[in-house]
């Protein structure tokens, strides 16, 4: 009988312990929020970059005038915590190669953003000079509110502690979250995915683009897939590398396409043809051309 009374306590106390709730959280994770859909979205790459310098007001205004979906700031982090549209982590100043994160804002403005526009040989016109200085985050904002849609890259966001917290300060602050409409006020992007994860962790209500720079074809792997869609809602991928297998298989896990950068009207044909959601461009004029073309003969 003592026996029986044991195996009984022994039974009862390992089904209480089965059902002990577990430590960790039972919500699931939040679903990432679905990139547009439209056929073809004009991204303009750093603004009309190839008529004026990049991440500048002026190449921003200009791919608006073009018919641009979407303006794509590259964005850094300056020593005072300001967001700066800026390509580079690193400036010249006096002579002197300096890492964004060890120069405030108002030293960044020595730093001419000009050299790379004068190289560009697509470059046709010089905007008003002011607007070639650099800016930060919330001048843009201010700038064009909520009249255009941002598609925003944390460029190197390891060196900048704090930056994702700071960007969606900015973004609240300028209600660009949590937006209705047919398309999202901002998608935020990057090649580094722990900083997309902690954005998504923050703020679910933001499509995410995750970047890759493939050597050859492009091309994920089952488990590489499953992780990203945990959090991203579509890809960046350099266009020498995107395929129609590629494109179809992202599909197929609900995820778009996004090539960078693209620049020519043939191979802007080429990617519609084979289903590419978007493109990042310098050349919003030739894509909004491209995409209002009547003879759409891919
Ligand atoms: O978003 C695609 C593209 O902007 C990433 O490369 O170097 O032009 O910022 P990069
Ligand atoms: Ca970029």
Known sequence: MR?????????????????????????PAPEPVPLPENDFLIIAHRGASAYTTGNTLAAYEMAVQMGADYIEIDLQMTKDGKLVALHDSVVTLHDVQQAVADVTFDEIQLHSPGPEFNENPLAYTLPNFRDLRIVDLSEILDHFGDSVNYYIEMKSPEEYPGIEEELLRQLAEHQLLNREGAMPKVIVQSFDAESLKDIHAMEPSIPLTQLYKFRREAKLSKKELKELKQYASGVGVNVNAVTSKFIESMHKENLLVHPYTVNDEKTMRHLIKIGVNGIFTDRPDVASWVRNSPNRNY
């Open 3 to 27: 026996k029986l009374m044991l195996l009984f306590i022994l039974l009862f106390t390992y089904g209480c312990m089965q059902q002990q709730p577990s430590t960790q959280s039972t919500e």
